[in-house]
C-alpha cells in the first residue's frame, strides 16, 4: 500500500520539534514523546492517531501446529500510557533510533481458543487476564527518506522490539475441574518454567504491537515533511 502524504497540515503547538543542532537533541526528542504521551493515549483526530488505549490485537499466536493450536483473541491491553523513558538515542545519519522504556502496569484481557492432543486432547474457548508490573521494552525505529513533490518526507520501514517481561500473572474463566486439566496441559507443553510460558507468549506480542506502531507512527509523520519534523537548526 503506497502512502498518501499531505503538505496542507500545519505542526500543531503541542508538537514540540527538535532541531538537528540541537546540542541536547536526544533528551529535547525523549522530552517531546513524554510531552505527547497524554494526547497520542487519548488520540488525535487531526493527525489519523486513534486512541492507543485500550490497544487492541486481533489474534496472538502462542502455537500454530497440528498438535497444539493455541491463540489469544480480540485481546484488550490497558494502562500503556503509565510508562517511563529510561533513555533515548537517536542516529540522524542512519536515520535510526533507540528506546528503552518501562511500563509500570500492563493489563490484558482477552479469549484463549486452545486446541490441543498433545497427550490429553483438550479443546476450549473461554476468557483469560494477564497482569504484569514493571515490564522493560527496548525498541530500534528505522526510518527512510522518499521524496514526493520535490520534498523529502520520512516514514518508518523497520521495528524491533523486545518485551521485558519478567513475570506475568494469568487467570483462565474455567471451572474447576478444567482448572485441573489445563494446568497439567499448560505445565507438559510449556513446561513448569515460568519464563519458558512467557517465551512462547512473547514474540507473537511484540510482532502485533510493533505492526501496529509502524501504523500509528507513520499516519502521524507523513503528515509533515522531513524538514518540518526536523529542522536544521539548534
Request: proline residues 3%; charged residues 25%; negative net charge.
Amino acid at each position: 500500500m503506497t502512502a498518501v502524504y499531505h503538505t496542507d497540515v500545519t505542526i500543531a503547538s503541542y508538537i514540540h520539534v527538535c532541531g538537528l543542532r540541537n546540542p541536547n537533541l536526544d533528551k529535547c526528542i525523549m522530552d517531546s514523546i513524554d510531552n505527547l504521551k497524554d494526547l497520542i493515549c487519548k488520540g488525535i483526530p487531526e493527525l489519523n492517531s486513534p486512541p492507543l488505549v485500550p490497544f487492541f490485537i486481533k489474534q496472538i499466536t502462542i502455537s500454530d501446529t497440528d498438535n497444539a493450536k493455541l491463540y489469544l483473541k480480540d485481546a484488550e491491553i490497558t494502562e500503556l500510557c503509565d510508562f517511563t523513558i529510561n533513555s533515548f538515542h537517536i542516529d540522524v545519519d542512519k536515520l535510526h533510533f533507540n528506546i528503552d522504556l518501562l511500563f509500570k502496569h500492563v493489563r490484558l484481557n482477552g479469549t484463549y481458543d486452545f486446541d490441543i492432543k498433545v497427550l490429553l486432547p483438550f479443546v476450549q474457548k473461554g476468557s483469560v487476564y494477564f497482569t504484569a508490573d514493571d515490564m522493560g521494552a527496548k525498541a530500534e525505529i528505522d526510518m527512510k527518506l522518499v521524496t514526493k513533490n520535490d520534498k523529502k518526507y520520512v516514514y518508518l520501514s523497520k521495528i524491533t522490539l523486545k518485551l521485558g517481561l519478567k513475570k506475568l500473572n494469568y487467570i483462565f474463566d474455567i471451572n474447576e475441574n478444567q482448572s485441573t486439566q489445563l494446568n497439567e496441559i499448560i505445565s507438559n507443553f510449556f513446561g513448569s518454567n515460568e519464563e519458558e510460558f512467557i517465551s512462547k507468549v512473547t514474540p507473537s506480542i511484540e510482532e502485533e504491537i510493533s505492526k501496529q506502531i509502524l501504523t500509528l507512527g507513520n499516519n502521524i509523520v507523513k503528515q509533515f515533511t522531513f524538514d518540518e519534523l526536523f529542522p536544521n537548526r539548534a
